[in-house]
């Protein structure tokens, strides 16, 4: 029997998959694609997965792949600049770095080949558990091979199918928009700095920066009032609109190269329970995040953490089921109040957007008043950014 099976081989997937088969612990890690290249991944390590990566030995694993720091955040409104961030925030602190998700998660898997009790099962779905005396003792993949574990864990996204297998449920938070993604070619005005820009225009809004791998990426929030004909729009020249004039430009010359729009549905909320009996969520499984600020793969990644402090000396030394499970909502336990606290301050930031986007007299005088105004925004914004960037409290890999 197999130890452990992760089914969802993202970046708490294969981070977990990786200390683990370091650690002597057989493991085998399950991935439904072919290929782990998608149209949309997250891309931002802040401070706090910069951190986690580091603990795990792997800072150097990033000098071999597509990446590069932010050097700044620039906040626009209707065509002035309110104020510019520079990176890092905190002194002497780690800038945000962009890194491209699908080298990560190959070069991860690459590393995790070394060691002989893991393996990597890829291209075929899960279908369902399997279950001994209601307990989880593995799963069925959808070709009919059936995988037992003394422990499954899933990591497999805000869409997951071993949470909808195991009926656990998720409590979904309101959203106020979703999102619409495109790429772009590159911009020279990103090749000596990379910034990352916020730019409202009236009502409309998106982010834009680029990416590791040197193209431009474009988020638009969409509202549900334009849920229903976004796809009538003529993005190229709406996109242009609502941007300063360099950025219009290079959207209009780029319009027969402009890829997208593809949808993407937010989905933010949290399990009342990570874990059943042989089994625990983690990652967007078990708290999917809002995109803002990038906390997906960084809560991910501080997951993997503390579970690694729980379960590995339990799994060595080879634990009955119930000390096993007696750990899962321990684990739980202590995650729990960072993701409460991240996603109350994503709550919050959204808040402050929704505020402009509702009044037309905030956005007028906050866009008239810039000079003055935008010292005393850029100071609320900084502070409110702390626990994003770093965490709510420190956590230390301790086996």
């Given at each position: 029997?197999?130890q452990?099976?992760?089914v969802?081989?993202?970046?708490?997937?294969a981070?977990?998959?990786l200390?683990?088969g370091?650690?002597?612990?057989s493991?085998?890690?399950?991935?439904?694609?072919?290929?782990?290249?998608?149209?949309?991944?997250?891309e931002?390590?802040m401070?706090?997965?910069l951190?986690?990566l580091?603990?795990?030995?792997?800072?150097?694993?990033?000098?071999?792949?597509?990446?590069?720091?932010?050097d700044?955040?620039?906040?626009w409104?209707?065509?002035?600049?309110?104020?510019r961030v520079?990176e890092?925030?905190?002194?002497?602190g780690?800038?945000?770095t962009?890194?491209?998700?699908?080298a990560?998660?190959?070069?991860?898997?690459?590393?995790a080949?070394a060691?002989?009790?893991f393996e990597?099962?890829?291209?075929?779905?899960?279908?369902?558990?399997?279950w001994?005396?209601?307990?989880?003792?593995?799963?069925?993949?959808s070709?009919g091979?059936?995988?037992?574990?003394?422990?499954?864990?899933?990591?497999?996204?805000?869409?997951?199918?071993?949470?909808?297998r195991?009926?656990?449920?998720?409590?979904?938070q309101?959203?106020?928009?979703?999102?619409?993604?495109?790429?772009?070619?590159?911009?020279?005005?990103f090749?000596?700095?990379?910034?990352?820009?916020?730019?409202?225009?009236?009502?409309?809004?998106?982010?834009?920066?680029?990416?590791?791998e040197g193209e431009?990426?474009?988020?638009?929030?969409?509202r549900p009032s334009e849920?229903k004909?976004?796809?009538?729009?003529n993005?190229?020249?709406?996109?242009a609109?609502?941007?300063?004039?360099?950025?219009?430009?290079?959207?209009?010359?780029?319009a027969?190269?402009?890829?997208?729009?593809?949808?993407?549905?937010?989905?933010?909320?949290?399990?009342?329970?990570?874990?059943?009996?042989?089994?625990?969520?983690l990652?967007?499984?078990?708290h999917?995040m809002?995109?803002i600020?990038?906390q997906g793969?960084?809560?991910?990644?501080?997951?993997?953490?503390?579970t690694?402090?729980?379960?590995?000396?339990?799994?060595?030394q080879?634990?009955?089921?119930?000390?096993?499970d007696?750990?899962?909502?321990?684990?739980?336990?202590?995650?729990?109040?960072?993701?409460?606290?991240?996603?109350?301050?994503?709550r919050?930031?959204?808040?402050?957007?929704?505020?402009?986007e509702?009044?037309?007299?905030?956005?007028?005088?906050a866009?008239?008043?810039?000079?003055?105004l935008?010292?005393?925004?850029?100071?609320?914004w900084?502070k409110?950014?702390?626990?994003?960037?770093?965490?709510?409290?420190?956590?230390?890999?301790?086996?």
């Open positions: 029997m197999t452990v099976v992760i969802g081989a993202g970046p708490a997937g981070a977990l998959a200390l683990l370091q650690r002597g612990i493991v085998q890690l399950v991935e439904a694609s072919p290929t782990f290249r998608r149209t949309f991944r997250g931002g390590l401070p706090s997965g951190d986690a580091e603990q795990m030995g792997l800072s150097a694993l990033l000098d071999r792949i597509p990446h590069r720091a932010l700044a955040w620039e906040f409104l209707n065509q002035r600049s309110l104020f520079a890092p925030i905190e002194p002497g780690k800038p945000c962009l890194v491209s998700q699908t990560l998660l190959e070069a991860l898997i690459e590393q080949r060691y002989s009790g990597l099962v890829q291209g075929t779905p899960v279908q369902d558990l399997l001994h005396e209601q307990r989880v003792a593995g799963i069925k993949l070709d091979r059936e995988l037992s574990a003394d422990l499954v864990i899933g990591t497999d996204g805000r869409n997951s199918v071993v949470r909808q195991s009926r656990l449920a998720l409590e979904q309101s959203q106020s928009f979703d999102i619409l993604w495109f790429k772009l070619p590159d911009h020279p005005r090749k000596s700095e990379n910034v990352f820009y916020s730019i409202l225009q009236d009502r409309d809004a998106l982010g834009l920066f680029r990416s590791s431009l990426q474009v988020g638009w929030a969409l849920a004909d976004w796809q009538q729009v993005w190229a020249e709406r996109l609109a609502t941007s300063p004039d360099w950025l219009a430009e290079h959207f209009r010359q780029n027969a190269t402009l890829e997208g729009p593809i949808l993407l549905l937010v989905v933010a909320g949290r399990c009342p329970r990570w874990s059943v009996p042989g089994l625990l969520l990652g967007d499984a078990a999917p809002s995109p600020r990038a793969i960084n809560m991910a990644l501080r997951d993997v953490l503390v690694a402090n729980h379960l590995v000396p339990l799994l060595q080879g634990a009955l089921p119930a000390a096993i007696a750990a899962l909502p321990r684990i739980q336990a202590d995650r729990e109040p960072e993701i409460i606290r991240v996603q109350q301050l994503q919050q930031e959204a808040a402050q957007a929704d505020l402009l509702h009044s037309a007299f905030l956005r007028w005088g866009s008239q008043f810039a000079p003055f935008g010292p005393l925004v850029r100071y609320s900084v409110r950014q702390h626990q994003l960037r770093q965490g709510v409290a420190p956590i230390q890999l301790l086996v």
